[in-house]
């Protein structure tokens, strides 16, 4: 019986331990700032930068959305489907829906494409806009 204390011990240990530090929480919340956005159509490949969009997303399932002097609000939800998309539901009605390719703490990768129109990466019609964002 005392042979078998440090073995369930270590496995106690492994089990409760994380590589992660429990205090670092990555989720959509909080104020984004768009660093960058790429546009790829036709093969051909373009980046902008020098935008002033920016987007906050609130506990409570609201987001508010800053493009230059412009100002919207609406609601906002995460469909987990085969990825990960986030669409955003405008008070006018109108809505956006993105892919997100990656959230972290600081960073925040969504894209959008045609994709469910059965295209693809590397066909002729194939278009994919990329935007990133930083944790402001």
């Not at 073995?7 to 104020?31: H, I, Q, R, Y």
């Not at 902008?48 to 506990?59: I, P």
């Not at 987001?63 to 998309?85: H, M, P, R, S, W």
Request: with cysteine; proline share 1%.
């Amino acid at each position: 019986m005392k042979k078998l204390i440090f073995p369930l011990c270590a496995v106690f240990m492994l089990l409760f331990t994380s590589c992660k530090d429990d205090n670092e929480e990555v989720n959509l919340l909080g104020s984004w700032l768009l660093t960058q956005a790429t546009s790829l159509e036709e093969g051909q490949t373009s980046t902008e930068s020098g935008y002033n969009w920016q987007l906050t997303f609130n506990a409570d399932g609201t987001f508010t959305e800053i493009d230059g002097t412009n100002a919207y609000k609406g609601t906002y939800i995460i469909q987990d489907l085969t990825v990960d998309e986030l669409v955003l539901n405008y008070e006018d009605g109108d809505a956006d829906s993105y892919k997100i390719e990656k959230l972290a703490k600081k960073e925040l990768i969504l894209y959008d494409d045609n994709s469910e129109d059965g295209k693809k990466p590397g066909d002729k019609l194939y278009w994919r806009d990329t935007y990133y964002f930083k944790k402001k």
